[in-house]
C-alpha cells in the first residue's frame, strides 16, 4: 500500500511539472504572438537586472530570487509621440519561518514600464483604495484629498508634490479613472510603472493596459506637460 502511495504521489507530481512546463510553453507563444502584432521584440530569459534598472519602484524590491522575464519592448503611441515602453512577468520570492519550519512562496505578476519624455517628474502613486489603505488614514497616514469624496473614497494618492498631483488628476481625470478603475500607478524618477497589484495579465490585458495607459497620458494638462518640457530643457 505505501507503494502504491508513492507511486501515485510521484505521478501526480510528474503530472504537476508536466503541466507548468505546457502552461509556461502557451504563454510564450502568446506573448511572442503579441509581440509580433504589436511590432515589438520579445525576450523570454530571465533578466536579474531588472530590479536593479528599475530600483525606484517598490514593487521590483520584495522578496529574493528576484528577475524579469517573457520581455517585451516597443513604443507606445501617445498623442503624437511615439513613447519607449516595456511589459512583461516578474517574478519573486519570499521565505518565512516560524523557528521550526521555513516555507518558501513565489509570486509572478506582469507589469508596464513607460519612460517619459519629460525627464526627471514628480513622485505620483496612484491606485484602489484597499484596507489597509483605511487603516493607515484611520491612524493619521493620509494621502491627498480631492474635492470629490466618490475620488478620495475609490483612491489612494501619493506625491511629492501636491500641486503636480492636483494638475494632473483634473476633473476629467478623475472621470476618467472613475469609469475605468486603473492598475496601480507609479511614477517615478522619469518613468511610470504599471501594475495589478500581483496579477499575470493574459495578452489581451497586455493590450488593455496599453491601450489605458496611452488615454491617461493623453489626458495630462498641456501646461503640464509644456512646463515638464522647459524644465527638462534646463537641466
Given at each position: 500500500m505505501e507503494i502504491f502511495?508513492?507511486?501515485?504521489?510521484?505521478?501526480?507530481?510528474?503530472?504537476?511539472?508536466y503541466w507548468s512546463y505546457q502552461q509556461q510553453l502557451r504563454r510564450r507563444e502568446e506573448l511572442t504572438a503579441l509581440?509580433?502584432?504589436?511590432?515589438?521584440?520579445?525576450?523570454p530569459d530571465h533578466d536579474?537586472?531588472?530590479?536593479?534598472?528599475?530600483a525606484q519602484f517598490s514593487v521590483f524590491q520584495q522578496g529574493h530570487s528576484r528577475y524579469a522575464f517573457n520581455t517585451l519592448r516597443g513604443t507606445l503611441n501617445v498623442g503624437d509621440a511615439a513613447w519607449p515602453a516595456q511589459m512583461g512577468d516578474y517574478h519573486y520570492q519570499i521565505t518565512s519561518s516560524n523557528g521550526k519550519t521555513t516555507s518558501t512562496h513565489t509570486y509572478i505578476f506582469s507589469y508596464l514600464i513607460l519612460d517619459l519624455p519629460y525627464g526627471s517628474t514628480p513622485s505620483l502613486i496612484i491606485r484602489r483604495e484597499g484596507v489597509f489603505d483605511k487603516l493607515a488614514g484611520a491612524l493619521g497616514f493620509d494621502d491627498i484629498d480631492f474635492e470629490s469624496d466618490e475620488f478620495s473614497r475609490r483612491f489612494h494618492v501619493k506625491g511629492g508634490d501636491k500641486r503636480f498631483a492636483y494638475d494632473v488628476i483634473h476633473p476629467r481625470m478623475m472621470e476618467f479613472l472613475l469609469e475605468d478603475p486603473p492598475p496601480s500607478i507609479e511614477i517615478e524618477n522619469g518613468a511610470c510603472c504599471v501594475h495589478?497589484?500581483?496579477e499575470k495579465w493574459t495578452p489581451q490585458e497586455f493590450r488593455t493596459r496599453?491601450?489605458?495607459a496611452s488615454a491617461f497620458f493623453a489626458l495630462w494638462p498641456r501646461h503640464i506637460t509644456a512646463q515638464l518640457d522647459r524644465e527638462r530643457s534646463t537641466t
Open positions: 502511495i508513492f507511486i501515485i504521489v510521484a505521478v501526480l507530481i510528474a503530472f504537476g511539472i509581440a509580433g502584432q504589436l511590432e515589438w521584440s520579445f525576450d536579474s537586472s531588472h530590479d536593479e534598472q528599475y495589478d497589484r500581483g496599453l491601450d489605458w
